[in-house]
């Protein structure tokens, strides 16, 4: 008798949890690049309206 991976019952579950947590790792990773770039954002324009607010009052 050949030992092959998917004769194995536990071939499946053990895939179907490799392909579960991948896809959560990206998915945080992806979320953590999301809210990273929201904050760079909120900052710039928050030190966008500074400048702005400061060119006003100088003149």
Same mark, same amino acid.
């Given at each position: 008798?050949?030992? /092959?991976?998917? #004769?194995?019952?536990?071939? !499946?579950?053990?895939?179907?949890?490799?392909?579960?947590?991948? @896809?959560?790792?990206?998915?945080?990773? /992806?979320?953590? #690049?999301?809210?990273?770039? !929201?904050?760079?954002?909120?900052?710039?324009?928050?030190?966008? @309206?500074?400048?702005?607010?400061?060119? /006003?009052?100088?003149?």
């Amino acid at each position: 008798m050949t030992h /092959t991976l998917e #004769a194995s019952p536990l071939f !499946q579950p053990v895939a179907w949890m490799i392909v579960i947590s991948s @896809a959560l790792f990206v998915g945080s990773l /992806t979320w953590n #690049a999301y809210h990273q770039i !929201q904050e760079i954002t909120e900052r710039t324009l928050t030190l966008e @309206a500074e400048l702005l607010l400061n060119n /006003t009052e100088a003149r």
